[in-house]
């Protein structure tokens, strides 16, 4: 016989360890060899979570190969198209809708585009998956146990794997803080009566990719400046510097961004931001 | 759970394993510095109130301590991170000539693939290098018996054993069966200055010793040490720790010798496996460790060959090397999308990221150091240009400004690796003259292992009370003339601390004080939102690296406004001071309208 993988993943904070401690505990409780293997340390910062549970008669690698997973569970939408390449041939899908847009995801200044994912299940429908899109965080509090968005996946979960709904409750039970238990278990109960769906009409982009890209022209008067140097500390994309002289100049033209601090804070008015109209690409 | 009753089924991690095996050896006394992924095993053993545990100021202490509670008949266990053993190795290398007394077993915890460190080297080289010897686990329950087997080895043979586990077994909950400890006595101290005093005279006379000692144990035919599984003859593969694992998934049939004692090798196991096989594969992480030794000993072997020798293995990685040699159908590896990068960031509140930002701004070289804000290099803090290894962030800032360099020079470096490699430095560029800025971001905490106490903490690994040490009164004792300290939640007083400091001819500590708000507890204060109609998207915010702030779908001038997730938002206050149109607010002064 062979054994069984569930890949458990999301960001860091969100309970992602909590949720394959759930599912190795029962995994035990019915005799099964269990292994359960995760990274801590820097990755957790914010960064990438994810657990691999491997189960079954005997389990030898702790770690599913890309390809072979039965189960998909995450804690959050990006996070699952990250690890959608573990799963088998008809594997399983279960993604919380929630988006935890990363300040990696807003970083470019030229396009203003955000690079966040759309939530779109194309890419798993074409892989032939099975998709659980699960309101979790919703379900949860409903539950009335806000951070229990992970228990109610699990619900999910349970739907799909072979264990009985009791041996399940018995490791919530000993594993969720003694004082939110009842709510975690409503909240499973919530993830339960999860269906799978079929197209999701949410398709947008999360910060649209700008067409045209912007061009900014400083006019200084230089008999305003006193070289006071406000601006240049104040500018958000570091672009301006006093000069010998003591007055301002624009150092990076490309880097501006139009925001106007320098012209708004400016004391003595010596700065205007204008737009210069650049067409690009042609 | 791991101080569980014997006959327990225990779903530990290798570390804990580790931990479990060692209580249940008899160890008495345990040290180490927390190191990713070492951490959780001297965290384990803390939980046992009958063992002496504790952190120390770094990893050579930590390795002096242990030994010379094993010379005085002890038990003794240290634990560290692969390069932490770099820190210990002057220890290590004549521990090994001295012996050890009663036992004294060394984890080291490598890295491959670099999950939280700033290189992969392979520490298993350390045993060859220091001739002692080495047990590699594979799995939670291999940890706990190999760490039994590593201290009975010790004491036999009055040596340092070097247990060696990787992110993937450290990080790994498998099952362990507990089993009852042993009670042992301390056999006492008995002065012995020519195996304790290493004189080079005495010293000529242990090396013949370690040597000696290594050949007696590859001599042993212990079933421990080498496990042979022969199964279809015509691949053979000879594997250790947990790529046996990935063997095992990946080529169910093959023939395995499973290496315990990876070194000295046990060469008549693997004499007798090489000739009951066809074709012979070494498949291991890293370095041609194994492979190199078994070919220096005539065994005719092929690895590197087929499996690389940078990062961490996988199941895959073997599949495909055994793909490449013949031994299984090639196949085309499955397309990964391409995916949104997430990297860590400083979490939201974190009070490295304002005299960063300051340094940065004000033109500073940043010369950086191990710890969470190692991460300020990323964008948008952009605020390190160099880290290499703990402490180094002072000593390469005086060499960077004793080099002509045409910008002022700092060193950023948090509280724990200051005490732990930074004060050699600073008295360095005291003595030197050295014209630099030291910032010593003081959270009070080891932050990036999970909020570990230290020598300026006040507390002991067990939360006891312990003298905590005066930062301040430390480098102005080392002569350093201008001392600073500032809250660097506060905007305004932290730019002019930093400008301050820069101005100082010579060298100027800047201390930032304010805890960690993960750990060890988790601060929340009132959390903070965005007043949509007054942001005007200037970005000033987003230049912080604040995961709590992101661009909303609304535009003002062609660019995303922000948004402040309120549940992850610590009330900082930070941005805040910095939003030049004061469109950022505490909850508790939203409107309801």
Redesign the interface.
């Known amino acids: 016989m062979s054994s069984s993988g569930v890949l458990i993943v999301g960001?860091?904070g969100q309970g992602v360890l909590l949720a394959s401690e759930v599912l190795?505990?029962v995994c035990?409780s019915q005799g099964l060899?269990?292994?359960?293997?995760?990274?801590?340390?820097?990755?957790?910062?914010?960064?990438?979570v994810y657990s691999h549970v491997r189960y079954g008669p005997q389990?030898?690698?702790?770690?599913?190969?890309?390809?072979q997973g039965d189960v998909l569970v995450s804690l959050e939408w990006?996070?699952a198209?990250?690890w959608?390449?573990f799963l088998r041939a008809g594997g399983a899908v279960i993604v919380d809708a929630a988006q935890v847009?990363?300040?990696?995801?807003?970083?470019d200044?030229r396009t203003?585009a955000?690079?966040?994912?759309p939530l779109d299940l194309a890419?798993f429908r074409a892989s032939g998956h099975e998709v659980y899109l699960v309101e979790a965080r919703a379900l949860a509090k409903a539950a009335g146990v806000a951070r229990a968005a992970n228990v109610v996946l699990l619900g999910t979960l349970s739907t799909r794997l072979e264990f009985s709904p009791d041996t399940w409750e018995a490791a919530i039970r000993r594993l969720v803080p003694a004082a939110s238990v009842e709510g975690n278990l409503r909240a499973f109960e919530a993830g339960r009566s999860v269906e799978p769906v079929r197209a999701v009409d949410r398709g947008a982009p999360?910060?649209?990719r700008?067409r045209e890209q912007?061009r900014f022209h400083l006019d200084i008067v230089e008999a305003w400046c006193k070289g006071c140097d406000i601006c240049v500390?104040?500018c958000?994309?570091?672009c301006l510097r006093l000069d010998a002289a003591g007055i301002v100049r624009v150092a990076a033209p490309e880097a501006c961004?139009?925001?106007?601090?320098c012209e708004?804070?400016c004391p003595d008015f010596a700065i205007t931001v204008r737009e210069q109209k650049v067409r690009v690409g042609g | 759970m791991i101080e569980a009753a014997p006959a327990a089924?225990l779903?530990l991690s290798g570390d804990e394993g580790i931990a479990r095996g060692a209580y249940e050896a008899g160890v008495h006394l345990a040290t180490g510095y927390p190191g990713?992924?070492s951490t959780e095993i001297i965290e384990a053993l803390a939980r046992f109130p009958e063992i002496t545990v504790q952190w120390s100021a770094n990893e050579k202490v930590a390795l002096d301590v242990a030994l010379g509670a094993a010379l005085s008949g002890a038990r003794a266990l240290c634990a560290m991170k692969h390069v932490g053993l770099n820190v210990a190795a002057d220890t290590l290398m004549t521990a090994a000539y001295t012996g050890v007394g009663g036992a004294l077993v060394i984890v080291s915890a490598d890295d491959p693939g670099m999950?939280?460190s700033q290189n992969e080297q392979d520490n298993r080289f350390y045993a060859r290098f220091a001739g002692i010897p080495m047990l590699e686990p594979a799995?939670s329950e291999e940890a706990r018996r190999f760490t039994r087997l590593a201290f009975d080895l010790s004491a036999r043979y009055d040596v340092p054993v070097l247990v060696r586990i990787t992110?993937?077994s450290a990080?790994?909950?498998?099952?362990v069966m507990a089993e009852e400890p042993l009670r042992l006595p301390m056999g006492g101290f008995v002065p012995d200055p020519r195996k304790y005093v290493m004189l080079p005279a005495y010293a000529r006379a242990r090396h013949p010793v370690v040597l000696d000692r290594l050949a007696r144990i590859a001599a042993v035919d212990d079933p421990d040490f080498a496990a042979t599984e022969l199964r279809d003859r015509s691949v053979g593969v000879i594997t250790s720790g947990?790529a046996y694992?990935?063997v095992?998934?990946?080529l169910p049939n093959a023939s395995v010798l499973k290496l315990n004692l990876t070194y000295p090798l046990p060469l008549d196991r693997v004499r007798a496996f090489a000739a009951a096989v066809d074709r012979i594969f070494v498949v291991e992480e890293l370095e041609p460790f194994l492979e190199e030794m078994l070919r220096a000993n005539g065994v005719a072997v092929a690895g590197k060959a087929f499996w690389p020798r940078v990062g961490e293995l996988?199941?895959?990685l073997v599949?495909a090397g055994f793909a490449a040699a013949g031994v299984l159908p090639a196949e085309a590896?499955?397309?990964?999308?391409e995916?949104?990068?997430?990297?860590?960031?400083?979490?939201p509140g974190c009070p490295h990221v304002l005299p960063l930002l300051a340094l940065r701004?004000l033109g500073a070289v940043i010369c950086g150091d191990i710890g969470?804000y190692t991460?300020a290099a990323?964008?948008?803090l952009r605020a390190m240009d160099t880290c290499v290894a703990m402490g180094c962030s002072i000593g390469m800032a005086i060499g960077l400004a004793k080099s002509g360099l045409n910008a002022p020079v700092a060193a950023a470096i948090g509280d724990s690796t200051f005490l732990h490699a930074g004060i050699p430095a600073l008295l360095d560029a005291v003595y030197n003259r050295a014209r630099i800025v030291v910032l010593i971001l003081n959270n009070g905490t080891t932050a990036?292992?999970?909020g570990q106490p230290h020598p300026g903490t006040g507390q002991s690994i067990r939360g006891e009370a312990a003298p905590a040490v005066d930062l301040a009164a430390l480098c102005t004792a080392l002569g350093v003339e201008h001392v600073a300290s500032v809250d660097p939640y506060d905007l305004g007083a932290t730019y002019l601390a930093v400008e301050e400091a820069l101005a100082h001819d010579g060298v100027a500590v800047l201390i930032t004080n304010r805890p960690c708000v993960e750990a060890p507890v988790k601060i929340r204060d009132i959390p903070y939102f965005v007043v949509a109609e007054a942001c005007?998207?200037?970005?000033?915010c987003?230049?912080l690296?604040?995961?709590a702030?992101?661009?909303?779908?609304e535009?003002w001038?062609?660019?995303?406004k922000v948004t402040i997730d309120g549940i992850a938002c610590t009330g900082c206050t930070v941005c805040a001071q910095l939003c030049?149109a004061d469109a950022i607010r505490p909850t508790t002064a939203r409107v309801t309208s």
């Open positions: 960001v860091g190795a505990a035990l060899a269990v292994k359960k293997s995760e990274v801590h340390g820097m990755a957790q910062r914010g960064g990438i389990v030898h690698s702790p770690l599913i190969e890309e390809g990006a996070e198209l990250r959608a390449s847009v990363p300040p990696a995801a807003c970083g200044r203003w955000s690079v966040y994912p890419p999360h910060v649209p700008r912007r500390r104040i958000p994309e570091d961004s139009g925001c106007r601090l708004w804070l | 089924r779903l990713t992924p999950h939280s799995d992110t993937r990080h790994t909950r498998s099952v947990i694992h990935y095992r998934e990946v996988s199941p895959r599949r590896p499955a397309l990964a999308p995916a949104m990068p997430r990297p860590p960031v400083l979490c701004k969470c991460l990323l964008p948008p990036m292992t999970g005007t998207a200037c970005q000033l987003m230049n690296g604040c995961p702030i992101t661009w909303t779908d535009l001038e062609g660019r995303p030049p």
